[in-house]
């Protein structure tokens, strides 16, 4: 009977660690408005982001099919994109501007073309 409750206590206390830990990530580390952006072969939804200078978005990218990859060399950020699986990037643009992106991870076909644009305005 004691052991049984000892092994509930831990079980307790290991669950209080992992909300613990898990807690101030969700929502508090990142800020700002939500742009969801959709990929898929061979194309980025929206492939044309406007943003405001020194505002901070978060980008929330998903993949609809495969693995790609998001690169904008311009504003230095970069991202695989996993299919089922919601990955987020938060960015404060600090320049004005047209900074093209596109896949970085061979994805078939027509993974040259898949791209698009960030837009910084002030
Ligand atoms: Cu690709």
Redesign the pocket.
């Known amino acids: 009977m004691k052991t049984a409750w000892f092994k509930l206590a831990i079980h307790g206390l290991l669950a209080v660690f992992i909300l613990a830990s898990i807690g101030p990530y969700s929502g508090a580390a990142e800020k700002g408005q939500v742009i969801s952006i959709k990929?898929k072969?061979?194309e980025f939804m929206p492939n044309e982001i406007t943003l405001k200078k020194g505002v901070p978005v978060v980008l929330e990218f998903t993949s609809l099919d495969r693995m790609?990859?998001f690169h904008c060399p311009g504003l230095g950020i970069r991202t695989d994109i996993l299919p089922k699986k919601v990955t987020r990037l938060q960015l404060v643009p600090d320049k004005t501007g047209t900074f093209p992106f596109?896949?970085?991870?061979?994805?078939?076909s027509?993974?040259?073309e898949?791209g698009g644009k960030i837009i910084v305005t002030d």
């Not at 596109?102 to 078939?108: A, E, L, N, V, Y």
């Open positions: 990929a072969k061979f790609h990859g596109h896949c970085d991870i061979f994805c078939g027509g993974h040259e898949m």
